[in-house]
């Protein structure tokens, strides 16, 4: 798939990096928000004596922002801030989308999971995640501050001795083909 994308696009190197870099976080992130839980209740129908201690789906939507947080919730929020960063920070560098693009696209992933997540459960009948709009705005928080990173990050670069703004900005141009 890399040398196809290589090969049609004519990459650079350094785009194929980020590229592969951000392609291996997007199925890390997917494998521990999906697939590493429901994957569960897809064998309890070839083990039906399997016990599995998830959720029955009739709680697994929360649809109320932020009313219901309690201290417990602190840590699962932050990590659903910290999820998000390297999406946030990553796709800039392998896409032409600006601040917007970037933030809609990562609500658009999060709003996936989450529908993905009450779609598997219900269809299951159990679940061991909750489709929850907090996880949504969690998220969204987490590429904004991406996306700030990928911009400090850019300008401390452009900065540096031998990647002056044009310079910079010529490498990054040419790495994302435009």
């Known amino acids: 798939m890399l040398a196809m994308l290589r090969m049609r696009k004519r990459q650079g190197l350094v785009y194929m990096l980020f590229f592969t870099?951000?392609?291996?976080?997007?199925?890390?992130?997917l494998d521990r928000t999906l697939f590493q839980f429901q994957s569960l209740i897809v064998l309890e129908h070839f083990a039906p004596h399997l016990m599995l201690n998830g959720q029955g789906d009739g709680d697994t939507v929360d649809l109320i922002p932020l009313v219901k947080l309690t201290?417990?919730?602190?840590?699962t929020s932050l990590l659903n801030v910290l999820l998000m960063v390297p999406f946030g920070f990553?796709?800039?560098?392998i896409t032409n989308l600006r601040f917007v693009g970037t933030?809609?696209?990562?609500?658009?992933?999060?709003?996936?999971?989450?529908v993905l997540q009450l779609v598997t459960?219900?269809?299951?009948?159990v679940?061991?995640?909750?489709?929850?709009?907090?996880?949504?705005i969690f998220n969204a928080t987490g590429v904004v501050l991406g996306y700030w990173l990928f911009e400090g990050?850019?300008?401390?670069?452009?900065?540096?001795?031998g990647l002056s703004g044009r310079t910079w900005a010529r490498e990054r141009d040419?790495?994302?083909?435009a």
Not at 103 to 114: D, H, N, Q, Y
Not at 127 to 136: E, L, Y
Request: with cysteine; hydrophobic share 50%.
């Open 21 to 29: 870099i951000f392609f291996v976080y997007v199925v890390v992130v």
């Open 90 to 93: 990553g796709l800039p560098f």
């Open 174 to 177: 040419r790495t994302r083909g």
């Open 103 to 114: 933030v809609t696209a990562g609500v658009l992933f999060s709003v996936v999971i989450e």
């Open 121 to 125: 459960g219900l269809v299951g009948g």
């Open 153 to 161: 990050f850019v300008r401390v670069c452009r900065g540096m001795p």
């Open 127 to 136: 679940t061991f995640r909750i489709a929850d709009v907090n996880d949504v």
């Open 71 to 75: 201290g417990e919730d602190l840590e």
